[in-house]
């Protein structure tokens, strides 16, 4: 049961490059998210599908891109990446139906510097 | 934005000990749910509230959807070593899409075997 898979597990960038953050889920779930971690802080929504071909914002949209071509991956999308993307971050799947819980990859730490 | 306030943000216990930690909002939600983040991986789902007043259990876990929908409560019986983590409760408002999980900042657990 591979769940949800994100890659690269680490990742340092330089200022200004661009990078795409892999997730893909074999559950087959209609709904995808996209979330920054970080220190001391609770996950932050940056993006979400709740389908192939559906994007929608979350509350920290900025300085990211998101598409979701098949139902299985939802890659994120830095194109010129600030020390401010420095964080953790992690994908989730869901069934979707109201209050089904989030199902999350393990995280992908990038460095910005 | 919404928030959630979660509290302690950290707790230093001793092995055999209860620990209890909750989370609070001025807003009404329609779903609780608490996660565990081990170090290096992404957050696992431990108890899902669906309904005011709902008291779930789970091994040596406990959670509460507070009567009034606006808390909630996670307690940790008899506290082992491997219950170090840090501990996450997520609402989602009334009508809210799916893209209205909101996290707390966590609460840090430390266990002294």
């Known amino acids: 049961n591979a769940g949800v898979t994100q890659t690269p597990k680490f990742r340092i960038l330089k200022i200004g490059q661009s990078m795409t953050l892999q997730c893909t889920q074999d559950?087959?779930?209609?709904?995808m998210y996209w979330y920054r971690q970080d220190p001391g802080m609770g996950l932050k929504l940056i993006y979400y599908?709740?389908?192939?071909?559906?994007?929608d914002k979350g509350e920290v949209p900025n300085g990211y891109n998101v598409s979701r071509s098949t139902t299985e991956d939802f890659p994120l999308r830095l194109e010129l990446a600030a020390p401010s993307q420095t964080s953790v971050y992690f994908c989730?799947?869901?069934?979707?139906?109201?209050?089904?819980?989030?199902?999350f990859g393990n995280g992908t730490r990038l460095t910005v510097t | 934005g919404q928030q959630l306030n979660q509290s302690p943000q950290s707790m230093f216990i001793q092995e055999g000990e209860d620990v209890s930690m909750n989370c609070t909002s001025s807003?009404?939600?329609?779903?609780w749910l608490w996660y565990k983040q081990d170090p290096g991986e992404g957050p696992v789902l431990l108890i899902a509230?669906?309904?005011?007043?709902e008291l779930t259990s789970n091994g040596r876990l406990t959670a509460q959807f507070g009567i009034t929908r606006k808390d909630s409560f996670l307690n940790i019986s008899a506290s082992i070593p491997s219950d170090v983590g840090i501990y996450f409760c997520?609402?989602?408002?009334?009508?809210?899409?799916?893209?209205?999980?909101?996290f707390g900042k966590g609460t840090k657990l430390s266990v002294k075997p």
């Open positions: 599908s709740v389908g192939a071909g559906i994007t």
């Open positions: 807003s009404i939600f329609n779903t």
């Open positions: 509230l669906y309904k005011a007043g």
């Open positions: 997520a609402g989602r408002k009334d009508g809210g899409s799916q893209g209205n999980l909101i």
């Open positions: 559950m087959n779930h209609n709904y």
């Open positions: 989730a799947s869901s069934e979707g139906q109201p209050g089904s819980p989030l199902h």
